[in-house]
């Protein structure tokens, strides 16, 4: 039995006339007559009682109908679905993010990403750059939201956004309201560890040499919410970036570093291979989202 014979059977049953039944089939009259004298030789029992002047459903038919628009109803449902699977509108996606990108990335894409895909569940894990890179080459992620570099030759990589360090320097003491970064090179510095994230190190330490010191670094921390409370409780100072202005902490003050401060770049990697068409749709909106506005 296919679908095609029971979408003719019901249009037969809810205008009882073959001939409009046809026409709202659009097809014409004799090849539906055949198909349903097929549907009818099929099941073993007439469905229909005709004459010159009626078509009227015989027990056996008026017992299908039911089941007939059930099973189309199904059919169509299970057609929606996969449309929605192959346009990524439903589905799961594992995303991995630095516990910065809560202040910078994630409240630019996620909500109109949600809107836009109700039917994608997101299943978000904070961790560190590197930890994503490894998930991400395992398979346990499939996109993550870090600093770069990404070197694993598997991954794919696009920067979303660079954005200014801001000096987060502990409210006890007096601070200039933009801060030269050669008056911190006596403080200790609470600093993100190279190992989790390179990108943020470097870029701290090689603005630090180009104004002529090495930061004495006397506490590494490698979530920023971490480095900000080490800061408040008077471990040192730290460079964070600009975003997480909006992470008030007592304690804690933010100021714009003097002169050109240096940038932060974060973005987003997946395994380049992965056809998810949620994967696709979501690196496409976290790209449209920051489209010409990197800095």
């Not at 911190?184 to 330490?205: K, N, Q, T, Y």
Request: glycine share 8%; hydrophobic share 50%; with cysteine.
């Amino acid at each position: 039995m296919e679908l095609r014979h029971l979408r003719y059977f019901v249009a037969v049953a809810e205008t009882l006339h073959f001939g409009r039944a046809a026409a709202r089939l659009h097809i014409s009259q004799p090849p539906l007559s055949r198909q349903i004298r097929a549907l009818e030789r099929e099941v073993g029992t007439p469905l229909f009682e005709r004459s010159a002047r009626s078509v009227r459903l015989t027990p056996a038919g008026a017992a299908l109908l039911p089941e007939a628009r059930r099973l189309l109803r199904e059919a169509e449902a299970l057609a929606a679905g996969a449309r929605d699977l192959a346009r990524g509108a439903v589905g799961v996606l594992q995303l991995g993010f630095i516990s910065a990108s809560a202040y910078n990335v994630l409240p630019r894409v996620l909500p109109g990403f949600r809107r836009s895909r109700p039917g994608v569940r997101l299943v978000l894990a904070e961790s560190t750059s590197d930890v994503q890179l490894g998930a991400l080459a395992e398979g346990t992620l499939d996109a993550g939201i870090l600093l770069p570099p990404v070197t694993h030759p598997a991954l794919a990589y696009a920067a979303l956004l660079r954005e200014p360090l801001v000096a987060a320097l502990p409210d006890a003491r007096r601070w200039p309201a933009r801060v030269p970064l050669g008056r911190l090179s006596r403080e200790p510095f609470v600093l993100f560890p190279r190992h989790a994230g390179p990108g943020l190190h470097d870029v701290v330490v090689a603005a630090c040499e180009r104004e002529g010191f090495a930061p004495r670094v006397e506490q590494e921390a490698v979530q920023m919410p971490t480095i900000v409370s080490l800061v408040a409780a008077g471990m040192g100072v730290a460079l964070v970036p600009a975003s997480l202005q909006n992470m008030r902490r007592t304690g804690v003050v933010y100021r714009p570093l003097a002169g050109t401060a240096p940038r932060v770049e974060v973005g987003i990697a997946w395994r380049a291979a992965d056809r998810s068409p949620v994967l696709a749709a979501f690196v496409a909106h976290a790209r449209g989202a920051f489209e010409g506005r990197k800095d």
